[in-house]
DNA sequence: ACGATTTCCGGACAGGTGTCCGCGTCAAGC
DNA sequence: GCTTGACGCGGACACCTGTCCGGAAATCGT
């Protein structure tokens, strides 16, 4: 009864034919105890069951899963452990995987390492691969083209613009339209960017969003928005905000209003701004992307964008699902979540 | 060339026989192949090398590990996927450990599910169980029962105080007593704990460690310290950072240094602060814990205890690898990680 | 006590891989 | 042309489980 001390504890036992021996029955009947087949006496069923409760006996899964043809199991590919809006869909995803009955298997990606991931996610046979975040775009289409080999389902979250993937994301270029839009309708008419280079090719859809918005009131992008990104180095994000807003207090006619890549950027910005007097949303407006829970505890609580990531993972179990009932599509799905701009207090009308 | 629409697309293998009969060779030979066995023609090898390139034949790790006695990896199971100093610690833990040629199986932690959880690491064979987190102190002690039974190795990573299991975790008495000092030496007598109840078995450590730095000092814990828990209930930890405070402040004679349980709490007691009028550090001081990024990111910087989270996971691989290579230890093993305070900006002089 | 029925045994196979070993084959050396 | 290697073939076994099936044994009813 006191173990790890004691001298009789149960023996230890690692397949059905050792807990047979142990309960003096045939391994194939234990198989049937296991596997709930009919036509056994209630009391050998108790037997076995009380033998399984006193070794702790598991079955192996290994010999199991090499018979059955499905694994039941997920890869899940991240682009790391500490973005917390990566992680938030990672959880969802992982809960909402678990209750269709599916294991997840999660690996972090690492730069030149996507083949040897995918491989192993290949060698324990998994049913569906999701990527879930950023990555090299030669490195992510490789691996796409290699698990359309294998007809093996799979899906991207986030990362947009791979050929041949199906594909779930926040529209990015609306949720910057929509910013925008908010901003405008605010009086505001010089826009700095922060993290956000105009020609940068990773970054064209909001830049598209961007264009669009102020096209939309006759203003031109490169007239009435900057970006000083090539000016400082992005170590962390805080701290990067800080110093591209200093980059902005520098100008002769600073922008009235600021939006960021993501939160931590706007919330060093709003330090830079707030440790040069100035006052937010009085004298300049300020907006993030993300909607951590940051955001709420500034001061003033920062106007963003919400990822939406419920729906998104809802769409993005909608899409796994039907491909592993019904099989590959013939064309790769793309469906993109439509954002929410949370107005908070760090935005308000332009001073002049 | 240009799959997937291509009619003579390589065909889908996925055994070895089935590569052997591609390539026109006996089974045995594409696994000698495949484990590097000597007293193979140069020229064979690369034509079934060529051959896996192109058909991305993967050997299924199911028969792999069902025959070799070595699985090679651990599982670990997460008290959830949103706290970002568990998350830090679940990063580098798994990155060390592929370093060290160990795969991670990540599951995360439901009340009444560790059960399931464990059978499922069981079942996989796992060599090591990790636990980070806080949990359930009954379930979590009968896992380690069924574990020792096994004679799996397992590690716990934080929560402390469980019967014969190994354990990592940062020494929060220490800390507790190292922060007191720091308040003590700036003159504060009267503290506030928010998050902290004073009987609460869980956070009974930390309240050692305070009552150890008031009674070097000839301070009475009940006289020079409060808690205000019970009043509100705790959701949202930055709300009930605020409510707390909000319950001080109504007090005749608020204390003038506050230690929170965690940088959220801390933070949102700053705001309460704040918004009264008060300043920080002049008015009262503010301490947080955890080191999250945000400390860096408020105004003014929050003082808070760094969980040393890179020699905690230094000290759990240093005791999985030596339980994996030497067997299990005869005692359990504890380690404590000395934390280190991090004095910022939010801690000042006391007032009167 | 006998037949009918329930219950269990034990052999067999499949699933994919790693490894061993005897034997056939082919080419090179003499 | 013969011997000698070098090299590949293919059968066999082990790992563990799930399942099928014929036969043996135990149990039950009468």
Same mark, same amino acid.
């Given at each position: 009864m006191s173990f790890p001390d004691s001298k009789n504890a149960p023996p230890r036992i690692t397949s059905t034919a050792e807990l047979a021996r142990h309960v003096g029955l045939a391994r194939t009947t234990v198989s049937r105890v296991l596997n709930r087949q009919p036509g056994l006496k209630p009391s050998t069923i108790e037997r076995v069951q009380k033998a399984i409760a006193e070794t702790g006996f598991t079955?192996?899964?290994?010999?199991?899963?090499?018979?059955?043809?499905g694994t039941s199991s997920v890869g899940i590919c991240m682009e790391n452990l500490l973005t917390p809006p990566l992680l938030r869909?990672?959880?969802?995803?992982?809960?909402?995987?678990?209750?269709?009955?599916?294991?997840?298997?999660?690996e972090v990606y690492a730069p030149g390492e996507s083949r040897t991931i995918l491989r192993h996610f290949l060698s324990m046979r998994v049913e569906a691969v999701v990527f879930i975040g950023h990555f090299d775009a030669g490195e992510l289409e490789a691996r796409i083209r290699e698990l359309l080999r294998h007809r093996v389902v799979h899906l991207v979250i986030d990362h947009h613009g791979i050929p041949h993937a199906n594909t779930v994301t926040l529209d990015r270029a609306q949720a910057m339209r929509k910013m925008m839009d908010h901003l405008l309708a605010l009086g505001h008419r010089s826009f700095g960017l922060l993290g956000i280079p105009l020609d940068h090719p990773s970054h064209l859809e909001r830049i598209h969003g961007i264009r669009a918005a102020l096209a939309a009131q006759g203003l031109d992008l490169q007239a009435s928005a900057r970006s000083f990104d090539a000016q400082c180095v992005r170590a962390q994000d805080f701290e990067f905000g800080h110093a591209l807003a200093r980059q902005f207090l520098a100008l002769k006619q600073p922008p009235t209003a600021y939006v960021a890549l993501n939160d931590e950027i706007a919330i060093g910005a709003m330090r830079a701004?707030?440790?040069?007097?100035? $006052?937010? %949303?009085?004298?300049?407006s300020v907006t993030g992307f993300n909607n951590q829970d940051i955001c709420? +505890?500034? $001061?003033? %609580?920062?106007?963003?964008?919400?990822?939406?990531?419920?729906?998104?993972?809802?769409?993005? +179990?909608?899409?796994?699902?039907?491909?592993l009932r019904n099989g590959l599509p013939s064309r790769p799905i793309l469906r993109t979540i439509p954002p929410e701009v949370i107005i908070r207090q760090s935005t308000g009308r332009a001073a002049r």
């Open positions: 079955p192996n899964a290994f010999a199991t899963l090499l018979k059955g043809k869909k990672l959880a969802t995803l992982q809960r909402q995987l678990r209750g269709q009955g599916y294991t997840s298997l999660i701004f707030q440790e040069d007097g100035l $006052a937010i %949303p009085r004298d300049v709420t +505890m500034m $001061a003033p %609580p920062l106007t963003t964008v919400d990822q939406q990531i419920e729906p998104t993972i809802k769409a993005a +179990m909608q899409v796994l699902m039907s491909h």
